[in-house]
């Protein structure tokens, strides 16, 4: 059974940055499509970024486009959010999640495995 961890979390100043990871265990990660979503208080949960079981494609929701980059390490079972350019708007909870795909986009229903989620607050 794969379980995810997330830890990187915090509280960062507007304009800091942040490296989220997600680990992986029980289950290697390299057929798995990984998602990141984000949750705030009294909102739906938002797709942020996902990356390809390979590493080769990934997508970005708008709000984060040029500011976030996912990227993984298959030999380390991990994925990783750098978060910069951090905005008061980014903040929330943030999940990593899998599914045994090549790819998968920022649709949480397309994901069946979920981590606890790490919180992040842009505060000054």
């Known amino acids: 059974q794969l379980q995810l961890v997330e830890s990187g979390g915090g509280l960062v100043q507007p304009g800091g940055s942040l490296r989220l990871s997600c680990a992986a265990s029980?289950?290697?990660?390299?057929?798995?499509?990984i998602g990141w979503f984000r949750q705030a208080p009294g909102e739906e949960r938002e797709g942020v970024s996902s990356?390809?079981?390979?590493?080769?494609?990934?997508t970005y929701a708008d709000s984060v486009k040029g500011r976030f980059t996912i990227v993984r390490d298959n030999a380390k079972n991990t994925v990783t959010l750098q978060m910069n350019s951090l905005k008061p708007e980014d903040t929330a909870v943030y999940y990593c999640?899998?599914?045994?795909?090549?790819?998968?986009?920022?649709?949480?229903?397309?994901?069946?495995?979920w981590g606890q989620g790490t919180q992040v607050t842009v505060s000054s």
């Open positions: 999640a899998a599914d045994s795909v090549n790819m998968a986009g920022l649709g949480s229903y397309e994901y069946t495995y």
């Open positions: 990356i390809s079981s390979s590493g080769s494609t990934s």
């Open positions: 029980g289950s290697s990660l390299d057929y798995y499509a």
